[in-house]
């Protein structure tokens, strides 16, 4: 899965896209090397709690109210296992940087943190009493994949295709395959409402609502960060 656009290569060094693939990494690294009892504690510590988001919105009290919001953040840079790792970093890797170079570094990190903030909240308006922790920087990247597919649309996504035992390529324009996608995400987010699980947010360990949530912000504020400005560099 890689974009083939080259009218608009990446002029600038894309340092806050690495930068944030390589905090994930090393927090996974962190949490790998905690025992089941720690690593159940830092997860109900630094992931959003949907109850305890609701809770501390209902107590008033400032402390908690932001104490629970940092989670909001903090839970973006957590994951539950290499694949949930693995999946997230190769979507930021792919896109993440012609993005950054639409909006420059600052921006872009805003944007990101953003993006993933909203998606978390929207999740959390589907599942206010769940006492599942979310976690995951997938809200934030769908807020990337939104501003890509507004701003790249027809930029090609060269992506593997399994034919039994052969392995093909084919391409992909970005508003067919991101478009597919978010569709995708929508559609689970509204099943889910009818499945009660243990096991992640509501529907089977994937938070729908988060991906479609950030998707959606990533349209609405890409614009707003200058996703269109004219750049000299």
Known sequence: MVPLHDNNPTRITPYVNYGLIG????????????????????????AVVPN??????????????LLQAMTLITSQFLHGGFLHLG????????????????????????????????????QWFFSMQSTVPALGAS????????????????????????????????????IFFLGFWFVQQALYGIASL??????????????????????????LLGPLFGLFASKER
């Open 23 to 46: 905090i994930n990494i090393v927090i996974f690294w962190y949490e790998a090397s905690l025992s089941a009892p720690q690593l159940q504690s830092f997860v109900q510590t630094y």
């Open 52 to 65: 305890q988001l609701t809770t501390s919105f209902q107590s008033g009290d400032l402390t908690q109210i």
């Open 87 to 122: 999946g997230n970093m190769l979507f930021l890797w792919v896109f993440g940087n012609n993005i950054e170079d639409q909006l420059g570094h600052i921006k872009f990190l805003i944007f990101y943190l953003l993006c993933g903030a909203l998606a978390g909240l929207a």
């Open 139 to 174: 809200g934030a990247i769908a807020g990337v994949l939104g501003a890509y597919i507004l701003r790249f649309p027809h930029a090609k996504i060269l992506t593997l295709l399994p034919l039994g035992f052969f392995i093909t390529t084919f391409r992909i324009p970005a």
């Open 194 to 219: 009818q499945i009660r699980s243990n096991v992640g947010m509501e529907g089977g360990g994937i938070a729908y609502w988060a991906h479609a949530g950030g998707f959606v912000f990533g349209v």
